[in-house]
């Protein structure tokens, strides 16, 4: 089954900068991969997702990359604000082979320091 | 609300005792998933639904946890003599029928088993 690791486990970066978490996958037949946000207490969120068909995206401050060579992908984070402060989680998913479910990673913790 | 629900939020129980909880997708979403969360730890996938169809279930579902999607709407998940080990948060997700649709997570019902 698919096999995802995340790092780092905490991201402390001071309010502005960059902050960038990435994970790699086992699974080559995965080929959707979301990223979601959970604040403390809450359900996860979407944030932003890739398919396995482009290698970026992005939404304002928020942009993924894929490298499926690699089989690795990355979420970055630009312009941190405090709002950002959360557990992000990646996933992937095999959308083609009957195996629905996604598969997380661990988590990062991302503390924005003011 | 046209999120996805469920109930209870909190429920805390003896071990040996049996449990359901209930998850009510959002109404156009033909897929249902149940997941676990434990402390510091990513959602963990169990089973998902397509209508009321269970596809797929996960090695972590033992012979005690049995869900159910009678009309392909809602649906329970019922775990017989709880131990402690089932203490967790359990998340409910739902999609559209698409293989890279966005899940959307429910507020999960949180077990503690004593």
């Known amino acids: 089954g698919e096999n995802v690791e995340q790092h780092p486990s905490t991201l402390s970066v001071q309010e502005g900068d960059s902050a960038v978490i990435k994970c790699t996958y086992s699974?080559?037949?995965?080929?959707?991969f979301p990223w979601y946000k959970q604040e403390l207490g809450k359900r996860p969120q979407l944030i932003i997702d890739?398919?396995?068909?482009?290698g970026e995206k992005k939404d304002q401050r928020i942009a993924v990359t894929l490298n499926k060579t690699a089989k690795h992908f990355s979420l970055h984070i630009t312009e941190t604000q405090p709002e950002d402060s959360a557990v992000y989680f990646c996933?992937?998913?095999?959308?083609?082979?009957?195996?629905?479910?996604?598969?997380f990673g661990k988590g990062t913790h991302l503390i924005i320091q003011p | 609300d046209t999120g996805v629900s469920q109930d209870p939020r909190h429920k805390i129980t003896k071990r040996g005792q049996n449990v359901t909880f209930r998850c009510d997708p959002i109404?156009?979403?033909?897929?249902l998933y149940w997941y676990r969360q434990t402390l510091g730890q990513g959602p963990e996938f169990l089973t998902y639904?397509?209508?009321?169809?269970?596809?797929?279930k996960s090695r972590l579902l033992s012979d005690r946890f049995s869900a159910e999607r009678p009309k392909g709407s809602f649906s329970t998940l019922e775990i017989q003599r709880t131990e402690q080990g089932d203490s967790a948060m359990y998340l409910c997700?739902?999609?559209?029928?698409?293989?890279?649709?966005?899940?959307?997570f429910g507020p999960g019902t949180r077990l503690t088993v004593t």
């Open positions: 997700a739902s999609s559209f029928n698409q293989g890279s649709s966005e899940q959307y």
């Open positions: 699974d080559s037949a995965s080929n959707y």
């Open positions: 109404s156009e979403h033909n897929r």
């Open positions: 996933a992937a998913r095999d959308s083609g082979g009957g195996a629905d479910g996604l598969t």
């Open positions: 639904f397509q209508n009321e169809a269970q596809l797929e």
């Open positions: 890739i398919r396995s068909n482009v």
